[in-house]
Every structure is written in C-alpha cells, then in structure tokens.
C-alpha cells in the first residue's frame, strides 16, 4: 500500500518522519511522499488548510492510499481529511499497532494489541459514530448501523472480556516467577528502543535462536532462558521495545509483558551505539522515561552500548563520553560479533551480587501508604499484602537505599521479618 507521512511540529520539536518511516515500512507500506509543517496544531486538519490542499494534490499525483500522520489525530481531523484527499488518514498510534499486529506471534500479544486497539477507540467511539452517519468516508466505514450507546457499550463488554484473559494468562506467568524466585533465579531483564539489538544480545548470552531483523517490534512477547553468570543462576528475558512517545494506552495493555521488566532483579539497557551522538542521547533518554512510566525504577541498571563493530574507535570514545552523565554502568559490546560480552556479564553480576532482599511489616496508620507508594521508586518491590491493620512488603534494592528504607521503616513502628543479600550460588 502506498503512503504519504506527514508531521506537524512545534518550533524546537524533534522531527520524526525517518522514524515513521521507518515504522510504516515494517508495517508494510511503500512511503511515496512525506510533508512537515511547523505551526500549532489546526483543530480541523491538524496540519494547516493550506497543507491540507497541498496534501490532497499530492495523494493526487502520487497515487497514494493512506496518509499516516505522526500526530495524534481527533476523529474530526481523520474525517475532514479522508474528505479532502480521498484516502483514510491514520496517526501514528493506529500505525504502531498496525506494526504489532503484523509482528505478533502469541495469544498474549494479540489480545494486549486488541486491548490497546480498543481502549483507543472507547474514548473517540460517540463521535465516530456521529460522524458515520454524516457520510460515508475512507476510514469510517460500517459503523452506520450502530446507534452510539449500542456501540459504546459493545466495545467495554470487549474490553472487560480481554482484561479477564489476560488476568488469567498473568496469574500463570507469576506462579511461574514465584517457582523460578523459590529455585534460587536471579531475574535479568533486556530493555531498549526497539531494533537496539535486544533480541541479538539474548541470542548472544542464550545460545538461543530467537528471531531478529532490521524491522521494528520484533518481539512482542517475553522470552526467558537460563544463564550462569559468575557462578549465580541468572534467568534472562527479551522483552517488547520502547519508542518515542509510546502512547500510555498501549504501556497499560501490555503491562502484563512489561511486568518482566518492572519485577526483574537487574535491566541491561541495550543501546544502539551506531547512531549520531544526539539520536543516542535521544533513545536513551527516551528509554529512562518509559521505565520510570512503568514504574522499572529502583532496579540496578547495566548499559551496553551495542553495535560497537561499527564504529572507529574516537567514535565510540564520543558516545561513551556523552553518555556517562545519561545512563550508568557502560559496557561497550557488540552482540553480532559476541565482543566484550564476559565483562558484560561480570558486569550484569556485580550488579545482581549488590541488591539486598527485605520483608518488613507496618501498622496501617497516616504515612504507611505514602511510604509503601515511594517504596516502588526507590526499589524493586516483590509482594504487597494487607491484613487487618499491617501491611506486609517484600522488596529488593541496593544497599544504600535499603540502609534508608528501614531507617523510615523504623520511624513508622514497623519491624524487619528478614533481610539478606540476594545472591545464590551453585
């Protein structure tokens, strides 16, 4: 299918159409055309009435199919658009799921993109189809039939009975982590902006075969192996990639995947160092944002800078040096070509070596609540259980924060049911 990208920024806004090209392309389509316009969003066409007519003869001429925006669209603006050029207008977030949907392999992942498909729609569902009933346009199609509230309605009823599935399928995988937790594994996770080199890295470590390719989003669903790392058991997970602006409908339908991430012990951030300085400083920034969005935040983090075989070496020195004060514990690897990966994972094991594992009790009185909730901040929070009037937490973190920690913990008469360093030797 044949596409136009079109982005309207703000002054000082980064641009994105290589990005969302990029993201069209691993969707599918042949991008023909792209337009940038710097202005405030129009409330009718997003872009400005001039760019609109500009558009319209641009679909024109080079026989385009779909316009793809990088913008958030309003059902209004994909309406009015569809109306002038002929062609059905998408944003950005429809395309990424359009991405998912052709990447996803499991149950698990077509119901999390059914989910987030649906939840996207719930909001703009009234007005969708209002405008059905105005006229038929690409992209607004069949819905006609539906009085609103029928529809509305429907798509909650969906939404409840994929929420059910997916508890189920999350229950399962934590019995599992509970079994790996009681076997003495060390839980590491791979996160970073996607086609950094994840699923490569996992290979490299695993002796595994999953699959990889310059497409984005190629893993959607956790994948977990065992490894030895300095004589400790070590399970590894790859997990989905993040993106800019990764809407937060989206991060809340797969939270069930990226729960592999925020209940890790360790995250080894994998950085795609073969980029211009800025897109490196950029993603990774990017990155730190979507864990701190989930909630990953008090977790250890070791940083391999990937792709190294591609660089000279006064390249590499520039990205090191420009991201020392971004991202903590570098280690420069190159997972195609297995370079540096021993000291990746001596490093992966000073870092597993250095979290103690706490249980403590508190009466439930004024300040446990907001102590619990900035517990998730500061550390890796295992189990939260309440009983009567005490709440019982069990949470791992580094030895700087715990000294901390129960330091608040004795101000607010809990007491300490056990403490070690959780690390497990063979």
């Known amino acids: 299918m044949r596409a136009i ?87 950005r977030f429809q395309l990424i799921l359009e991405v998912f949907v052709k990447q996803a392999s499991t149950e698990e992942a077509k119901l999390q993109i059914q989910l987030a498909k649906l939840r996207y729609q719930l909001p703009r569902a009234r007005e969708s189809v209002r405008l059905s009933k105005m006229g038929e346009q690409p992209g607004f199609l069949g819905l006609g039939k539906y009085e609103v509230d029928v529809y ?20 399962k995988r934590g019995l599992h982590r509970v079994r790996r937790l009681d076997l003495g594994f060390s839980l590491v996770s791979l996160a970073g902006y996607t086609n950094s080199g994840k699923s490569t890295l996992f290979n490299a470590l695993t002796e595994e075969r999953v699959p990889t390719s310059l497409s984005l989003f190629t893993t959607l669903s956790t994948t977990t192996r065992a490894v030895k790392l300095d004589g400790k058991r070590a399970l590894i997970t790859d997990t989905v990639g993040f993106i800019d602006r990764l809407p937060l409908v989206l991060v809340e339908s797969f939270h069930s995947t990226l729960e592999e991430t925020i209940l890790s012990d360790v995250i080894v951030l994998v950085v795609d160092a073969s980029e211009t300085i800025s897109e490196v400083r950029r993603k990774t920034s990017c990155c730190f944002a979507t864990l701190r969005e989930i909630k990953a935040v008090g977790i250890p983090v070791v940083t391999a800078l990937n792709k190294i075989d591609l660089l000279k070496e006064d390249e590499l020195e520039e990205r090191l040096s420009c991201l020392r004060d971004v991202t903590p514990n570098l280690v420069p690897i190159s997972a195609l070509k297995a370079e540096n990966l021993g000291r990746l994972k001596d490093e992966i094991s000073k870092s597993l070596g250095g979290l103690e594992e706490a249980s403590v009790v508190l009466p439930l009185e004024e300040g446990t609540m907001s102590f619990v909730s ?15 009037g005490s709440v019982k937490v069990r949470f791992r973190s580094q030895p700087e924060f715990m000294y901390r920690i129960l330091g608040q913990v004795e101000k607010l008469s809990g007491r300490v049911l056990k403490r070690k360093v959780s690390t497990v030797t063979l």
């Not at 024109?60 to 994909?78: C, H, T, V």
């Not at 939404?159 to 997916?166: C, S």
């Not at 900035?374 to 009567?388: A, C, F, K, Q, T």
């Open 5 to 91: 990208t079109v982005q309207r920024r703000g002054r000082g806004e980064h641009p994105s159409l290589d990005e969302l090209k990029s993201l069209a392309e691993s969707a599918g389509y042949v991008i023909v055309g792209s337009i940038e316009q710097v202005r405030k969003p129009d409330s009718e066409y997003q872009i400005g009435v001039g760019k609109a007519a500009e558009l319209e003869r641009l679909v024109q001429d080079l026989r385009a199919d779909r316009l793809i925006f990088d913008n958030s669209l309003k059902p209004i603006q994909s309406y009015n658009l569809a109306k002038i050029t002929g062609v059905e207008a998408i944003d």
């Open 152 to 171: 509305y309605e429907a798509v909650k009823r969906q939404i409840t009975q994929i929420r059910r599935k997916l508890k189920r399928i999350r229950r």
């Open 374 to 388: 900035g517990l998730y901040d500061v550390s890796n929070v295992i189990e939260v259980n309440y009983r009567g």
